[in-house]
């Protein structure tokens, strides 16, 4: 009896101490494998699915807003202080970009990333006024980045002005040494975590960002107070207020596509062009704006014949707050962690193609894992004009006083442009500010209509995409020393110009080379290093490769002479 009573007794208390030390309650988050390969369920593609593109490349002759401005850079900054910096010059007011730092997040990197050397986030938040010759800047909520340095990985989600939708790329390899290749990725994959292909953030209070300060004196314990990568180890907690803001009017964006096409269909050229009327009014006074006036009314009755039966979904951009350091306090979660123990360093995916070995990982409580599935944060009607607000925050405060300068701060002369405008602008595609600050200018009389920075694409590279094969180079090729010192910026350069390294095999990228002979020039060291034409010179003075190439030249010194000999002179035949 005794020895049945102490059984029960053992049994009792095991079932005990397993509740005690069981997970959460709750399912798990899913596996990435999964999700990325399963086909979205839709009952009817709406016209603005099929309208704006899905493909992980970005339709023929568009671009993403960061390969604009890393062509015209020149190429990709190195290292990361700069790629910051190059964002902070295009700031006309010189200020540095919203910066953060989780070193336990959930990105795909999340086991690459730590308190020495977290995850950084990045988000530009400027307009530029423009000039008379062009329209100004306007990446605030357009533009944002995310570097896990032990990953060399950046992960860049960036608007495309043409296309109507955020472009997911990477930066690869981004090392001193590495090749450092700009690639659209799989948007499968990152459309699982980002769903509606648009900006995500946890909501407050960010107990995963350095703004709370636990995180912050952690990451200042794990490094020293220096900043990291020219970035301040603390922040206040208005820095993750902001970029939560950012990301919130990113997401508004893609929203204001689907409100311009759905809203209206696909004969709604009328319903669309007092859409525009109402914007332009809106953005003019947005205090004395009515939302109940007789063309307000007339707006919601032309979109009630077009209106998608579903609704229209506003996606949720927002994650439910996470706080790591809470899951690793108190007795019971310490235990836990001795049957679950944390990955090791190099455990985990290596980078964002790494799929099988981020589901290895232990997995989130489906609550908090931004791969579940959410539901819409709303699903809009008819009688919303909500693509009203959202078509206004299109155009920056330069826009503003460049319209009213043009149309004499007369609304009613303004409104007038608009019936003016080509029917064509209000077709069922893409709606871009860049265009109808262009036509809108014209009908108020300017002769001469104002350039844009980032939307041609004619002097570009073509794109690449991700998972693509390496270029493999034969034993004894005369590219080795090119790709080891010059395919870091000469091969998948957004500058067409300077993509002279860009071939899909080794014989095109050698015709290249040989089909370029300024090359001969820029490595001719022994004739111009020291003289005025010494900072044509390449690879560049303040560069990695420079610093590799000179270690290379002490024991080789004939390296420079058989890589210019590769480019045929002048008097070659």
Same mark, same amino acid.
């Given at each position: 009896?005794?020895?049945?009573?102490?059984?029960?007794?053992?049994?009792?208390?095991?079932?005990?101490?397993?509740?005690?030390?069981?997970?959460?309650?709750?399912?798990?988050?899913?596996?990435?494998?999964?999700?990325?390969?399963?086909?979205?369920?839709?009952?009817?593609?709406?016209?603005?699915?099929?309208?704006?593109?899905?493909?992980?490349?970005?339709?023929?002759?568009?671009?993403?807003?960061?390969?604009?401005?890393?062509?015209?850079?020149?190429?990709?900054?190195?290292?990361?202080?700069?790629?910051?910096?190059?964002?902070?010059?295009?700031?006309?007011?010189?200020?540095?970009?919203?910066?953060?730092?989780?070193?336990?997040?959930?990105?795909?990197?999340?086991?690459?990333?730590?308190?020495?050397?977290?995850?950084?986030?990045?988000?530009?938040?400027?307009?530029?006024?423009?000039?008379?010759?062009?329209?100004?800047?306007?990446?605030?909520?357009?533009?944002?980045?995310?570097?896990?340095?032990?990953?060399?990985?950046?992960?860049?989600?960036?608007?495309?002005?043409?296309?109507?939708?955020?472009?997911?790329?990477?930066?690869?390899?981004?090392?001193?040494? !590495?090749?450092?290749?700009?690639?659209?990725?799989?948007?499968?994959?990152?459309?699982?975590?980002?769903?509606?292909?648009?900006?995500?953030?946890?909501?407050?209070?960010?107990?995963?960002?350095?703004?709370?300060?636990?995180?912050?004196?952690?990451?200042?314990?794990?490094?020293?107070?220096?900043?990291?990568?020219?970035?301040?180890?603390?922040?206040?907690?208005?820095?993750?207020?902001?970029?939560?803001?950012?990301?919130?009017?990113?997401?508004?964006?893609?929203?204001?596509?689907?409100?311009?096409?759905?809203?209206?269909?696909?004969?709604?050229?009328?319903?669309?062009?007092?859409?525009?009327?109402?914007?332009?009014?809106?953005?003019?006074?947005?205090?004395?704006?009515?939302?109940?006036?007789?063309?307000?009314?007339?707006?919601?009755?032309?979109?009630?014949?077009?209106?998608?039966?579903?609704?229209?979904?506003?996606?949720?951009?927002?994650?439910?707050?996470?706080?790591?350091?809470?899951?690793?306090?108190?007795?019971?979660?310490?235990?836990?962690?001795?049957?679950?123990?944390?990955?090791?360093?190099?455990?985990?995916?290596?980078?964002?193609?790494?799929?099988?070995?981020?589901?290895?990982?232990?997995?989130?409580?489906?609550?908090?894992?931004?791969?579940?599935?959410?539901?819409?944060?709303?699903?809009?009607?008819?009688?919303?004009?909500?693509?009203?607000? !959202?078509?206004?925050?299109?155009?920056?405060?330069?826009?503003?006083?460049?319209?009213?300068?043009?149309?004499?701060?007369?609304?009613?002369?303004?409104?007038?442009?608009?019936?003016?405008?080509?029917?064509?602008?209000?077709?069922?595609?893409?709606?871009?500010?860049?265009?109808?600050?262009?036509?809108?200018?014209?009908?108020?009389?300017?002769?001469?209509?104002?350039?844009?920075?980032?939307?041609?694409?004619?002097?570009?590279?073509?794109?690449?995409?991700?998972?693509?094969?390496?270029?493999?180079?034969?034993?004894?090729?005369?590219?080795?020393?090119?790709?080891?010192?010059?395919?870091?910026?000469?091969?998948?350069?957004?500058?067409?110009?300077?993509?002279?390294?860009?071939?899909?095999?080794?014989?095109?990228?050698?015709?290249?080379?040989?089909?370029?002979?300024?090359?001969?020039?820029?490595?001719?060291?022994?004739?111009?290093?020291?003289?005025?034409?010494?900072?044509?010179?390449?690879?560049?003075?303040?560069?990695?490769?420079?610093?590799?190439?000179?270690?290379?030249?002490?024991?080789?010194?004939?390296?420079?002479?058989?890589?210019?000999?590769?480019?045929?002179?002048?008097?070659?035949?």
């Amino acid at each position: 009896m005794k020895r049945a009573f102490a059984l029960l007794l053992l049994a009792g208390l095991g079932i005990a101490a397993w509740l005690w030390l069981r997970p959460e309650a709750g399912p798990r988050g899913p596996d990435i494998v999964q999700r990325s390969t399963q086909e979205p369920v839709h009952a009817a593609p709406r016209l603005s699915a099929r309208l704006i593109a899905s493909e992980d490349l970005p339709p023929a002759g568009t671009r993403s807003l960061f390969d604009h401005l890393v062509a015209q850079n020149d190429g990709l900054p190195y290292p990361f202080e700069k790629l910051v910096e190059m964002l902070k010059k295009q700031d006309p007011e010189g200020r540095m970009p919203v910066t953060l730092m989780i070193p336990q997040g959930r990105s795909l990197l999340k086991a690459q990333a730590d308190f020495h050397h977290p995850r950084v986030l990045v988000a530009a938040d400027f307009q530029a006024p423009g000039t008379p010759a062009s329209l100004g800047l306007a990446p605030r909520g357009q533009l944002f980045l995310g570097f896990v340095e032990d990953a060399n990985e950046i992960e860049v989600l960036s608007y495309n002005e043409a296309a109507g939708r955020f472009e997911f790329q990477l930066v690869q390899d981004y090392s001193a040494t !590495g090749a450092r290749r700009i690639v659209y990725a799989r948007r499968a994959v990152c459309t699982t975590c980002h769903q509606g292909g648009t900006p995500i953030f946890p909501q407050r209070p960010w107990a995963e960002t350095n703004g709370q300060p636990e995180i912050a004196a952690m990451i200042v314990a794990a490094r020293g107070n220096e900043p990291y990568l020219g970035m301040p180890l603390e922040q206040p907690l208005a820095s993750p207020e902001r970029f939560d803001e950012l990301t919130d009017t990113g997401a508004f964006v893609a929203v204001t596509q689907q409100l311009w096409i759905d809203a209206c269909g696909a004969e709604g050229q009328d319903c669309r062009r007092l859409m525009l009327k109402l914007a332009l009014r809106y953005l003019s006074d947005p205090g004395s704006f009515d939302a109940q006036s007789p063309d307000a009314a007339r707006l919601r009755q032309m979109q009630a014949a077009a209106w998608p039966a579903e609704g229209i979904a506003v996606p949720e951009s927002d994650l439910r707050n996470r706080d790591p350091l809470a899951e690793q306090r108190g007795l019971r979660n310490r235990i836990r962690a001795l049957f679950t123990p944390a990955p090791q360093p190099g455990e985990g995916a290596r980078n964002n193609e790494d799929l099988v070995a981020f589901d290895q990982l232990p997995k989130l409580p489906a609550a908090l894992d931004p791969l579940t599935p959410r539901p819409p944060k709303r699903r809009l009607t008819a009688a919303d004009i909500d693509g009203v607000y !959202g078509l206004a925050a299109l155009f920056s405060d330069g826009d503003r006083a460049r319209l009213e300068q043009a149309g004499g701060v007369s609304p009613e002369r303004l409104e007038a442009a608009v019936d003016r405008l080509d029917p064509a602008l209000f077709r069922a595609a893409p709606v871009s500010r860049v265009k109808l600050m262009q036509a809108l200018l014209g009908a108020l009389g300017e002769k001469t209509l104002p350039a844009y920075c980032c939307l041609d694409t004619a002097e570009m590279s073509p794109p690449l995409a991700s998972g693509g094969p390496p270029l493999e180079l034969s034993a004894g090729s005369p590219l080795h020393p090119f790709e080891e010192y010059c395919f870091s910026c000469h091969r998948g350069n957004p500058a067409k110009r300077l993509d002279f390294m860009g071939g899909r095999n080794e014989a095109e990228v050698l015709a290249q080379v040989k089909a370029t002979p300024k090359i001969r020039d820029v490595l001719d060291w022994e004739r111009y290093l020291g003289g005025e034409k010494a900072h044509t010179l390449m690879p560049p003075a303040d560069s990695p490769q420079r610093a590799a190439m000179q270690d290379a030249l002490k024991k080789d010194p004939q390296l420079m002479e058989r890589m210019r000999d590769t480019v045929p002179g002048l008097f070659d035949f």
